[in-house]
């Protein structure tokens, strides 16, 4: 096969003999100047021998074959691309449209070398939007001058190619991931897909799944390599269908399938050309999304597969590659197993714990590996406020810090293990109806420990919790609170993320009798969610002060019911014991009674809390320690605080040590 630069010298020395014809016979002013001669010789001799010293298989012949390009289409690119590979071709190129210095072909010319008719039909179809060099991205005609007057240009990647190069696109570096190629169920489909050539494949890749390594283990299956980029990474600014368009032909460039992860985003809105650049693409794509398929994307249905989450086997074989013998600890085996995590996130989450650790001069631990499975998790969403524990292992919520009835402790943790463990039972079949989400509803009166629960809740299964922000998600206007709430449900799916709802009975209400328009959406309101609740695909917990304010349909959709009572007077002293016990020294010469304190001060343990906060500010601000004198008078504070009848003995014990009178009486 002849070099491609031979044929074009060729068709330009051809071109230039119609035109020294056309001007000797019709006194046009063109001549073949020594110029061109000078250019064409220069031509000659630096790529005398190509034909020889090339190859079998030409850059150029490799990308017409992966792209489909006949013979012309084929003439056009290398006419394109032959000025930014041989400045002396864009001289030639200058000198038959007449300009000065080196330039890029013009439509007209361009069309002239190829021996395709400027007035035809075929010229516009070649060139055009819809063609196939422009529509696979290989080939751009810029400028507002008439048609047959602007020029063609290929892009750096498509010409570094051409030059035996690598392409290398920078928008489409910057989102390349490396991606776990897995032999999981639904691998083998999709590569049969493939080989038989469908165009698109879509694997809805639900919280926990391993879509991703999936279909890159489709790709591993029949040999073929795979370009994998996360398109949720886009800036904001970027155009996704030209950033797919751009991805599809880099992966062609190398001969490569298309992995397309975080296509969900595709659909928020709807980008239907980003779909159609994807089922158009001259390589398989396989699309990985957290959505179903819309049939309203495309007008042809694409390959759909669902991927299904990784079983606790599968998630402890790529703990044990990323961690080694650390994965076999067992109070880490038991947190970890549990975590719907994908294996490109088990890796990062490895490889993560070693630089915490490396920068915390500490060795590979449990504890360090836990940090860095809770950092490398995703952020944000609408409508509610994702709160990350602190960094630091003193100060993470965990049950000791929960003072507590034995019995809701221990629904807590059970709580917990079925949390870890909830695909593993869903996997089993027979049990699974809906969503594997686990719902919990907290109720007690205010102070008694929700909140801090939930906290816990989160802590213990290395996630965030996601608290929903009740006044960005109700909205006066009707529909508008269903569409907030589902994105608050679907940012949470994909976060996996602890969903909390605190004083839920302001969305969860009861629903009631239909007396106008009002109560009708708002009983809609109610029905969406119990709706929502059950397919939801997570773990959520609603907190209530009063839990006969809530629907009942809601008991029946909860797998756990956990009251938080009043704390006795027992509960009570550990609360104080437990708050005290945080301040750096007590006045020894002023001893707190606890037992006096725990049977005396009817409170919650938040209440409780902010006496002993309020103690030591007043201690701080008096420059002493906290003793019982301070205590007492936050107490009295607190009381009046909460509208809350003292005793009679103002809660000063009757001690000799100590004087009766109330404080603040004279």
């Known amino acids: 096969m002849p070099h491609p630069m031979s044929r074009l010298i060729d068709s330009l020395a051809n071109a230039a003999l119609r035109r020294t014809t056309a001007a000797e016979s019709g006194g046009g002013e063109w001549q073949w100047t020594a110029e061109f001669e000078l250019a064409i010789s220069v031509l000659k001799a630096d790529h005398a021998g190509a034909d020889e010293a090339e190859p079998s298989v030409h850059p150029l012949a490799t990308i017409a074959e992966v792209f489909g390009l006949d013979e012309v289409d084929t003439t056009l690119l290398w006419l394109a691309a032959a000025s930014d590979l041989d400045a002396t071709t864009g001289l030639s190129y200058a000198l038959l449209r007449g300009l000065a210095g080196a330039v890029r072909p013009s439509v007209g010319l361009a069309l002239e070398l190829a021996g395709v008719p400027t007035a035809t039909p075929e010229s516009f179809t070649r060139l055009g939007p819809d063609g196939v060099l422009r529509r696979s991205r290989l080939l751009e005609v810029s400028g507002s001058e008439p048609w047959l007057a602007r020029v063609l240009s290929v892009p750096q990647s498509v010409t570094a190619v051409l030059a035996g190069g690598a392409p290398c696109d920078p928008d489409v570096s910057r989102l390349r991931t490396p991606v776990l190629p897995l032999a999981l169920p639904g691998s083998s489909p999709v590569a049969r897909a493939i080989e038989q050539g469908v165009p698109l494949t879509w694997v809805r890749s639900a919280p926990g799944s391993a879509g991703a390594s999936l279909a890159a283990g489709a790709f591993d299956e029949i040999g073929l390599h795979c370009l994998s980029i996360d398109i949720s990474r886009h800036l904001p600014n970027q155009n996704l269908a ?305 839990r006969g304010n809530l629907d009942r349909a809601f008991s029946r959709r909860m797998s756990f019911i956990v009251h938080f009572p009043d704390p006795d007077p027992a509960v009570r002293r550990r609360l104080w014991e437990q708050h005290l016990c945080q301040l750096p020294a007590l006045d020894e010469a002023d001893p707190v009674n606890l037992d006096f304190l725990a049977e005396s001060v009817d409170l919650a343990g938040g209440d409780i809390r902010n006496i002993v906060l309020g103690a030591a500010y007043d201690a701080v601000s008096a420059g002493e320690l906290v003793g019982m004198r301070r205590v007492v008078e936050a107490t009295v504070r607190e009381y009046r605080k909460l509208g809350r009848v003292m005793p009679e003995h103002g809660f000063l014990p009757l001690s000799p040590d100590l004087p009766t009178r109330s404080p603040g009486t004279r």
């Open 242 to 546: 030209d950033l797919l368009a751009a991805a599809a032909r880099e992966a062609g460039l190398w001969g490569w399938g298309l992995l397309v992860i975080g296509a969900e985003v595709l659909a928020e809105p709807v980008d239907c050309a980003a779909f159609e650049i994807l089922e158009q693409a001259a390589v398989p794509v396989v699309a990985v999304g957290a959505r179903p398929w819309n049939p309203a994307w495309l007008t042809r249905f694409p390959f759909i597969v669902d991927a299904e989450p990784l079983s606790v086997t599968e998630r402890a074989a790529i703990w044990r590659d990323s961690l080694g013998e650390l994965a076999d600890d067992d109070e880490l085996r038991e947190s970890l197993l549990g975590l719907r995590l994908t294996p490109e996130d088990v890796t990062e989450a490895a490889r993560y714990a070693r630089v915490l650790a490396a920068t915390g001069d500490a060795p590979l631990s449990a504890g360090v590996v836990r940090e860095a499975v809770r950092r490398i998790g995703g952020s944000g969403g609408s409508g509610a406020d994702r709160i990350s524990v602190s960094t630091a292992a003193t100060e993470r919520p965990g049950f000791d810090d929960l003072v507590l009835p034995e019995h809701t402790t221990a629904a807590l943790h059970q709580l917990v293990t079925w949390a870890r463990h909830r695909d593993e039972v869903a996997a089993k079949g027979p049990l699974r109806t809906r969503g594997r989400g686990i719902a919990a509803l907290f109720t007690g009166g205010p102070g008694t420990g929700k909140t801090l629960a939930a906290h816990v809740i989160a802590e213990e299964l290395s996630i965030d919790l996601f608290q929903v922000d009740l006044s960005a998600v109700v909205d006066k206007y009707i529909g508008e609170t269903e569409k907030n709430l589902e994105k608050v449900f679907r940012a949470a799916e994909a976060l996996d993320v602890v969903l909390f709802f605190d004083e839920a009975d302001a969305l969860f209400g009861s629903r009631s009798d239909v007396k106008d328009a009002r109560d009708r959406y708002a009983n809609q309101e109610v029905a969406y969610l119990l709706q929502r609740m059950e397919h939801f695909d997570g773990i959520t917990i609603l907190a209530t002060n009063l």
